[in-house]
């Protein structure tokens, strides 16, 4: 028999989807949360069948790791509100941001939310944390897409914004989500191609 972890302090689903309004979260950043909430709950039910999955963190991480991502944005593209968050967060990313945010209060769900970012790869170590991991990276804007597709358009954005993006390390991260992928769908009875359908 699989033993159980023991209860986590988390918000509840509703405190979380609050969060993403008392924050203002852009409905495209929204509908992507929600979107990657759903593969990550899919998945996440089906593995706790046979391994044990925190559900709960699962569901709280994969719809709040998206929390701060405006702050990334020009500031002339967010409103007031948004513009003094991302003051309080300059220089940090939006995972370390939501990290900071929610480290006191909920130490479990700042890991794995701080843990999702692309070049977190390595620092995978829970199950929760790889499930919110792959499941953003299924999910480009708001429709679910193959990795190969949602990781060629990362690429694309993200060469346009620097000069010194780094190919030969993107290699060994998109093999290593490839494995990620790999190593979810061995307990799982349908294969990646399928997790739009289902």
Excluded: W
């Excluded at 852009?26 to 996440?44: C, F, G, Q, R």
């Excluded at 039910?45 to 790791?65: E, F, T, Y």
């Excluded at 993006?165 to 990620?180: M, V």
């Amino acid at each position: 028999m699989i033993a159980k972890k023991a209860a986590l302090k988390l918000p509840s689903h509703k405190q979380a989807l609050a969060l993403l309004n008392k924050f203002h979260v852009p409905s495209n950043i929204m509908e992507h949360s929600l979107l990657v909430n759903k593969v990550a709950m899919k998945i996440a039910k089906d593995l706790a069948k046979k391994i044990d999955v925190n559900i709960k963190l699962v569901d709280r991480a994969s719809l709040l790791h998206d929390l701060f991502k405006y702050i990334e944005f020009n500031a002339d593209e967010l409103d007031v509100f948004c513009r003094k968050i991302k003051e309080k967060y300059k220089g940090m990313s939006h995972e370390e941001a939501a990290y900071r945010f929610f480290l006191y209060d909920y130490p479990e769900l700042a890991k794995v939310i701080l843990n999702h970012g692309y070049k977190s790869i390595d620092k995978l170590n829970s199950i929760e944390e790889k499930i919110v991991y792959y499941a953003d990276k299924r999910v480009m804007h708001n429709k679910i897409v193959s990795l190969t597709e949602r990781l060629a358009e990362g690429h694309r954005r993200y060469a346009q914004k620097t000069k010194s993006f780094d190919y030969a390390n993107t290699k060994k991260i998109d093999s290593k989500i490839f494995a990620l992928e790999n190593e979810l769908f061995t307990y799982l009875n349908y294969n990646p191609s399928q997790l739009n359908k289902l």
